[in-house]
């Protein structure tokens, strides 16, 4: 019984490790590069976490409705190594997002490119084209 026991523990151990990749995904199971998209609006929210960055944008269509998009960057460590800081979007600025939109439609997508409120075009390292 102990051994029995000791076998299960020991294959539900070397499970566990494996789950954050089983929660991961590609690119092209959630993206559509064939669909790029340009959204400029203000930044809401901004999570520095692993396995992706992500940040979200306000958006005003023409009769003051306001649109949420999530948009999904690299992983912080790839962030830090282009540059980026924790700080470097701040709730209240004004970018534009260039990327490639969800295949389901909704208002996500997978940044290419950033704008930020100074004019500087930074590359939001996640996935390229043809991906």
């Known amino acids: 019984m102990k051994s029995t026991l000791a076998s299960l523990g020991a294959g539900l151990g070397l ?7 089983v929660a991961h995904h590609s690119f092209a199971a959630e993206y559509d590069s064939n669909k ?11 999570e520095w976490t692993n396995p992706h960055a992500r940040f979200y944008v306000d958006v005003k269509d023409s009769s003051g409705k306001v649109t949420t998009w999530n948009f999904e960057l690299a992983s912080p460590n790839v962030l830090t190594r ?6 470097s979007l701040k709730v209240g600025d004004e970018v534009t997002v260039s990327g490639s939109m969800a295949k389901d439609g909704a208002n ?24």
């Open 36 to 46: 790029p998209v340009t959204i400029t609006g203000t930044v809401s929210k901004v």
């Open 15 to 21: 499970l566990i490790p494996a789950v954050p990749a």
């Open 108 to 131: 996500l997508a997978n940044a290419r490119t950033v704008t930020l409120p100074d004019g500087k075009k930074v590359f939001a390292g996640s996935a390229s084209e043809g991906q």
């Open 82 to 87: 282009n540059g980026w800081r924790r700080n």
